[in-house]
């Protein structure tokens, strides 16, 4: 009996081997395993409103990035301007040609930021219209050169006035003889000239360029009648001009 008692357990125990675990450790895996109490819900406060949904987007675009600002313009450095306008004679000169257009040119340095130094050039051409019928009147161009200063305030960051003081030479070019029969002998050849302009400049979101107004009035010794001249051979000019800084 006690050896049929024993292949029995010994083959229980091998059947229980086989099934992948023996009934011990079945026992304390089952006994390991812990259920977790589930909480009960909570209900919801009715004194409390529901939260409100988001607004809807003004927009289904994406939206641009803020733009960073324009740059200052700039202060120092070479610059550039052209005038365009027209010249017009106040003193005697006045009896001998019609106002001129006028065309003129600054190549200057701004030392600082008020103050520059440049040189220029000029032309505008006109005629003796005024002192002779049409059949002799004489057609010709008036040029110039010089140099001078310029002094600049600025009203605000791109609205500024300026100030030029400038000194140079002026001439008629006109076949010899051509002005000295109206008594103007003197013009055909280069004579001082003195003068001042004044403006007003508006500087654009390019921070190299500026577009301007201005006037400008100057004593232009050449241009004087050499025998009964009633006053100083005074012109005027009046342009728009465009400016480049470099």
């Given amino acids: 009996m006690r050896r049929s008692a024993g292949i029995i357990s010994a083959t229980a125990a091998a059947l229980l081997a086989l099934l992948g675990a023996p009934p011990r450790a079945h026992a304390e895996t089952a006994s390991a395993v812990a259920v977790t109490p589930t909480a009960p819900p909570v209900a919801a406060d009715p004194t409390v409103p529901p939260a409100a949904p988001p607004p809807p987007p003004d927009t289904v675009l994406p939206q641009a990035p803020l733009e960073a600002p324009p740059p200052p313009p700039h202060r120092k450095g070479l610059v550039l301007e052209s005038r365009l306008g027209a010249l017009a004679f106040l003193g005697d000169f006045r009896h001998v040609a019609p ?98 302009r004044l403006g007003v400049e508006w ?37 728009a001009a465009v400016r480049y800084t470099f």
């Fill in 99 to 196: 106002t001129a257009p006028w065309w003129h040119v600054d190549l200057g340095y701004e030392l600082l930021s008020w103050l520059g130094v440049f040189g220029y050039g000029e032309l505008c051409f006109t005629d003796t219209s005024e002192a002779q019928g049409s059949a002799t009147t004489y057609a010709f161009p008036i040029y110039g050169f010089g140099g001078g200063a310029r002094a600049t305030v600025h009203a605000t960051p791109r609205v500024a006035l300026f100030l030029e003081l400038d000194a140079g030479a002026m001439r008629a070019d006109v076949p010899k003889g051509a002005l000295a029969l109206l008594g103007y002998g003197n013009a055909e050849k280069l004579g001082p000239s003195l003068g001042g």
């Fill in 203 to 239: 500087y654009q979101v390019d921070r190299h360029l500026a577009f301007g107004l201005d006037v400008g009035l100057r004593d232009a010794t050449g241009f004087a009648e050499q025998f009964i001249g009633t006053g100083p051979p005074l012109m005027l000019d009046a342009s």
